[in-house]
């Protein structure tokens, strides 16, 4: 017997259970009529705590197989973020011993540098290199 989508039972959210009710659901919001506002609400909050429950379960560290995923998008990620890092400016090793008298090359390459990260979603790289970090760190390293 498969175990509740909400993962009440306690031991592993059965995701392909999640994934019918999921679609159980969106036929009924299919059939409801536009003005039955109650029992849509009422199926609208079970979608949301559905999508809850599997992305707790798609990153349950614990999980051999998402910890097998989550390590693996973390080494691409680290790859992209050091591919990031090449295209950056060096601002010392461009400019040598001119950097110091050379205030413009300087605050130029500092800007290139911020419009490198920018384009390249440093931040949002780095948050998720962090979470995924995190998630490893609290499912045993």
């Known amino acids: ?4 989508a909400d993962g009440t039972a306690g031991s592993r959210i059965d995701l392909d259970e999640v994934v019918r009710e999921l679609a159980a659901i969106a036929a009924r919001l299919d059939g409801l009529a ?7 609400a009422v199926l ?3 979608r949301r ?8 379960a798609a990153s349950d560290p614990s999980d051999p197989a998402v910890r097998a995923r989550l390590v693996e ?3 691409v990620l680290r790859r992209r973020w050091l591919d ?3 295209d ?5 090793k461009q400019a040598g011993d001119l950097a110091a008298g050379n205030f ?4 130029d390459a500092v800007r290139l540098n911020r419009a490198i990260d920018e384009a390249g979603g440093r931040a949002a790289l780095e948050a998720r290199i962090r979470r995924l970090r995190e998630l490893l760190e609290e499912g045993g390293g």
């Open 49 to 56: 705590e559905l999508h809850r429950t599997a992305r707790e």
């Open 34 to 40: 536009s003005d039955d506002l109650a029992a849509r």
């Open 104 to 107: 413009g090359f300087t605050a």
């Open 1 to 4: 017997m498969p175990e509740p």
């Open 84 to 86: 990031l890092q090449r």
């Open 88 to 92: 950056r400016i060096d601002v010392v």
């Open 73 to 75: 998008e973390l080494e």
């Open 44 to 46: 609208e909050e079970r």
